[in-house]
């Protein structure tokens, strides 16, 4: 087994898997661009939060077979010796001169019938069930950070590169205001504000690379490979900028279809089930266990053969503690699902209320404001090759476009975040390539 540091994404594996999952590019190695479907089956292939529930289900899918195997017997074996002192040969001698010892053969067959054997079964198979809804959950909760940690660096590039240009303008502001102001053309409090500004537009400057490091780690990590596998990483987002409304009826659809494919749903339903049976196995273990035990005994010459039939008699309890314990549970788990069916449906009607309001600012910032400043700038930069404007009025100009644009930025990387907690909500991608492999998201582990 390879280690962690060992990790790439040009792994023959990772890339036989991605040319079977992914026909249509299977000539295009090494990846010009890395897409979010390209992601998605590296994250699947190398991430060890999905081995590690890989695992978890295989564990609670062998306790199928374990649940079913039936009790072994036990034999005992019995001996015994005859010493009659002084009258041995006598005692010998009556027995026609057969030896002195005893011995005898007894098996114990517990009988595994009836409830406690169909409830152990079915707590095994509901349990399996629950353990693949777990490991479904776990791979859609890895998809989501994968998919915010992409968002995250993209948008945080894009950040960089209108903040780069800000920074140098606010540079050349300052510059060109302290002549101004040794020229005696502006005031100390013109250049003031021109330090705030800079100061203010370089700090985030600084906090938008220490957020884009922090983005790489978080794609790495959750891709299961090192950060230094996916730094200068080509990666691809199409329509980025432009996230698209979803028709109402679809979204009317999916809300009502949301139950049938959220695993955290499925899961609690299998609960349920789990602490239903395991109410019946207790109720059960009320009755005693029968073992038979048919014994065969050697009687010095005599063969005798015998029945034994044993069982717990309940006189000292009749097995309450556990079965309050399990009703107790049953209740338990009857509350988480209605709590869960509950929050699913709140988180969806909140994730589509969010998401109108984010498509509603994206479209007000680029409303009046930002066609103002395009067109003061377009205005400004014509003026100035006219010889009508200065470079003042210029490079003020072209910063607050930038600004614009930045304020642009944010309500698109607002829109996709709220795109993203609305497919949480509907556990199921809405847009983009992913589509193409969504299916491993919902498949039981063994199909991956």
Do not use: C
């Not at 015994?80 to 005898?104: K, R, V």
């Not at 152990?120 to 069930?129: C, E, G, M, N, P």
């Not at 894009?158 to 502001?173: K, M, P, W, Y």
């Not at 404001?369 to 009508?388: C, D, L, M």
């Amino acid at each position: 087994m390879s280690s962690f540091a060992d990790r790439k994404l040009d792994d023959p594996r990772l890339r036989a898997d991605l040319d079977a999952r992914l026909p249509t590019r299977a000539s295009q190695w090494p990846r010009r661009v890395w897409d979010r479907a390209d992601l998605l089956l590296a994250m699947l292939h190398f991430n060890d939060s999905v081995a590690e529930g890989r695992a978890t289900f295989d564990l609670a899918a062998a306790g199928r077979r374990t649940a079913r195997e039936r009790p072994n017997p036990t034999v005992t074996l019995l001996t015994e010796y005859a010493n009659e002192g002084n009258q041995l040969s006598e005692f010998a001698s009556q027995h026609g001169g057969a030896p002195l010892w005893l011995w005898g053969l007894t098996p114990d067959i517990p009988l595994d019938v009836g409830t406690k054997r169909t409830a152990r079964i079915a707590v095994a198979d509901l349990s399996a069930q629950e353990a693949r809804y777990g490991f479904m959950e776990v791979v859609w909760k890895d998809r989501m950070a994968l998919r915010r940690a992409l968002l995250d660096v993209l948008m945080t590039e894009r950040e960089i590169s209108l903040l780069e240009t800000v920074h140098a303008d606010r540079q050349a502001q300052l510059e060109m205001a302290r002549r101004r102001l040794e020229a005696g053309a502006s005031s100390r409090g013109d250049l003031d504000r021109l330090v705030a500004d800079a100061l203010a537009d370089e700090q985030r400057l600084h906090d938008a690379h220490r957020r884009l490091s922090a983005a790489r780690s978080a794609l790495g990590t959750t891709i299961g490979v090192p950060v230094a596998a996916v730094e200068s990483l080509p990666l691809s987002w199409d329509h980025l900028d432009e996230p698209q409304e979803v028709e109402q009826s679809l979204l009317a659809r999916w809300r009502d279809e949301a139950l049938l494919a959220r695993a955290d749903v499925h899961s609690a339903v299998a609960g349920y089930s789990v602490a239903e049976e395991s109410l019946r196995l207790e109720v059960a273990k009320q009755y005693p266990q029968v073992h038979i035990g048919p014994a065969y005994t050697w009687d010095h010459g005599i063969h005798r053969l015998q029945f034994n039939l044993s069982l717990e008699l309940p006189i000292l309890n009749q097995h309450q503690g556990a079965i309050g314990e399990a009703e107790a549970r049953r209740k338990q788990a009857g509350a988480r699902l209605e709590a869960t069916v509950a929050t699913a449906y709140q988180e969806i009607d909140e994730a589509i209320r969010q998401w109108h309001l984010a498509l509603d600012r994206v479209a007000d910032a680029r409303g009046p404001v930002y066609e103002a400043a395009q067109h003061i700038y377009k205005e400004t930069e014509r003026g100035f090759e006219a010889g009508n404007n200065d470079r003042t009025e210029l490079v003020a100009s072209r910063v607050a476009q930038s600004l614009a644009e930045l304020q642009i930025l944010d309500a698109v990387r607002t829109a996709q975040e709220a795109l993203a907690v609305l497919e949480d909500a509907m556990r199921r991608p809405l847009e983009g390539p992913e589509i193409d492999v969504a299916a491993l998201l919902t498949a039981p582990p063994e199909a991956r």
